[in-house]
């Protein structure tokens, strides 16, 4: 195989990892993890928290968990939702500024009670050593002391008492945006002195309906303990619980466009834990009790994020809270200074555009312009090789039983003509990072969904609602998920199998046939992704065929 075909194959496996990948499972580390049963054993002989009681019945509806228990209500300009006095739980957000669909106004819903089928919801407490100690269980009834509405103005202030001398109090405070800051004091009124540890846990039940287990991006377990990024996917936490230790970081559970984050005190050790017990649960707690000596109090506090992944506003929370890394709760990738710099410059073009179809051609015609002389030098180098593929072929027939021959005939042929046919790939390799890039960012973006193109495209971050099955809805009927496969997937099919055309055709029977199915394979697969993922694509293989064809013609290379 010469080092064009070398090339092609290379070019090849990176888009079936791209693409065909995402419907596998991506293999994450699990350092310092131990199987279920033992590292449950180690546990029980430190501290065992009082945290991972289950919820036997989830079955109940949303509505019907929510008005079950006495509540407090929280709104602020992002949020709305209520904490139940029985646990002292947050378990009702949705998110004020962000839909379910375009159909209806109604929010996303994104924690739920605990007795609900999705219960997803946070709680803090404390702990004693071997439990010695009357706690707050998540069956205590908090009371509330003053204010009963939480809003970024005014904080609420909660109280349980365990009647035989210890008092706790629980203040939350919260911003305008997504952040609670919580307060949790311990009075001791006896005669002793106590130590208490605190903890914090994020319990959701059951896997979401709704996840997308692609390979470029993460959802599931999420953390960075001191400055080291942490992914874990479900499937590995129901196998395994996951400890790890750390000085500084933060931890929590991260959807495609929406996460929920604890951020112990800064300073303190502690050790953090992914699991699964009936339901999945990321917590901490502390290495080093609290002390609360007798006849007086003691405090410890953390921060618990629910937030929609917008980028500024995430960015603004990394920098002001001075927590490192929480970027990375949005998925940036393995290109991350490229990914992330894209982004500013496709939201600043949405801004000034109005409409973010519009900015992924500008920023794709950009991107474009800014490699044109590489992608020039790439285009020449696969135009002499196209035209002197007929003397290739002939040289390939006259010494089919020499290969030895064969190769020196070829290499005075590129002598001849003045070819190297490596030239063409590394103009190619240097342009990946940053395609990909664009194509990471894309997916991932919030700022993307629900916004329109035109058209027929109401939401760019949902996939072309059309389908050829139907003649694009000129037939009544609504064909099965697997049927739809919209007009901007075949435009990219179709730009995809002309780009082909202008390229020199692999000259083995069996590659050519593969490279000849493989339009048709990513229109497919793509028919399910996100539309402006597909306009990006297309956008991108018409502007590279514009270019190709122009080459072709200065060179006089005949086109099929």
Not at 195 to 204: G, I, W
Not at 356 to 384: D, E, H, Q
Request: proline fraction near 5%; charged fraction near 25%; aromatic fraction near 12%.
């Amino acid at each position: 195989m010469d080092n064009k075909n070398v090339f092609i194959a290379i070019a090849l496996s990176m888009s079936v990892l791209l693409f065909w990948a995402a419907f596998f499972e991506t293999p994450q580390q699990t350092e310092k993890a131990l199987p279920q049963q033992q590292e449950e054993k180690v546990t029980e002989n430190n501290i065992t928290p009082n945290i991972n009681q289950n919820v036997k019945d989830k079955t109940i509806s949303r509505v019907d968990a929510i008005n079950k228990s006495k509540r407090i209500k929280i709104e602020n300009k992002s949020i709305v939702g209520s904490i139940s006095l029985k646990g002292g739980l947050i378990d009702d957000i949705s998110f004020k500024k962000h839909k379910q669909n375009l159909e209806n106004n109604k929010n996303v819903e994104f924690l739920n009670p605990a007795e609900t089928l999705d219960g997803f919801y946070a709680e803090t407490g404390w702990t004693s050593i071997n439990n010695k100690i009357k706690v707050p269980t998540r069956n205590s009834t908090w009371e509330i002391v003053g204010n009963n509405i939480l809003t970024e103005s005014q904080p609420i202030n909660l109280i349980w008492d365990n009647k035989e001398g210890i008092i706790f109090k629980r203040k939350i405070e919260l911003d305008d945006k997504y952040l609670f800051k919580i307060t949790q004091q311990v009075q001791n009124n006896t005669n002793s002195s106590i130590d208490l540890y605190p903890y914090a846990q994020l319990t959701r039940n059951k896997i979401p309906d709704d996840i997308q287990n692609f390979y470029i991006s993460h959802e599931g377990f999420i953390g960075v303990f001191d400055e080291e990024l942490k992914e874990d996917d479900y499937d590995d936490i129901e196998e395994k619980k996951i400890v790890r230790e750390a000085n500084e970081g933060w931890l929590g559970i991260t959807d495609k466009y929406w996460v929920m984050a604890l951020v112990p005190k800064e300073g303190e050790n502690f050790k953090s834990s992914f699991l699964y017990r009936d339901s999945f649960k990321a917590n901490y707690i502390l290495n080093k009790p609290t002390t609360i000596g007798a006849s007086s109090s003691n405090s410890n506090d953390l921060k618990l994020f629910v937030a929609a992944k917008e980028v500024e506003t995430i960015d603004a929370y990394a920098t002001k809270e001075n927590i490192k890394k929480f970027d990375l709760v949005i998925d940036w990738g393995w290109f991350y200074f490229f990914t992330k710099p894209l982004f500013f410059i496709i939201d600043y073009l949405f801004k000034y555009s109005g409409n973010f179809g519009i900015a992924i051609v500008i920023i794709t015609i950009g991107i474009r312009l800014i490699f044109f002389p590489l992608a020039n030098y790439s285009f020449r180098s696969m135009a002499k090789m196209k035209a002197v593929q007929p003397e290739m072929m002939r040289l390939k027939e006259l010494h089919k039983e020499d290969k030895v021959k064969l190769q020196q005939e070829m290499m005075a042929l590129y002598r001849k003509e003045k070819i190297n046919p490596a030239s063409g790939c590394l103009p190619v390799l240097i342009q990946i990072p940053f395609f990909f890039a664009i194509y990471k960012m894309l997916f991932i973006s919030l700022e993307m969904r629900h916004q329109p193109f035109f058209g027929w495209i109401k939401d760019l971050s949902d996939k072309d609602p059309t389908s050829l099955f139907n003649l694009f809805g000129l037939i009544p009927w609504d064909p099965p998920s697997f049927l739809i496969i919209g007009i901007w997937p075949i435009l990219m099919g179709v730009s995809m199998w002309v780009q082909q055309k202008l390229n020199p055709a692999p000259t083995d029977p069996v590659q050519a046939k593969i490279f000849a199915f493989f339009p048709l394979f990513l229109t497919i697969i793509l028919a399910s992704f996100p539309s402006g993922l597909v306009v990006y694509w297309t956008i991108n293989n018409i502007l590279t065929i514009a270019q190709q064809w122009v080459i072709m013609k200065q060179t006089k290379v005949k086109t099929n």
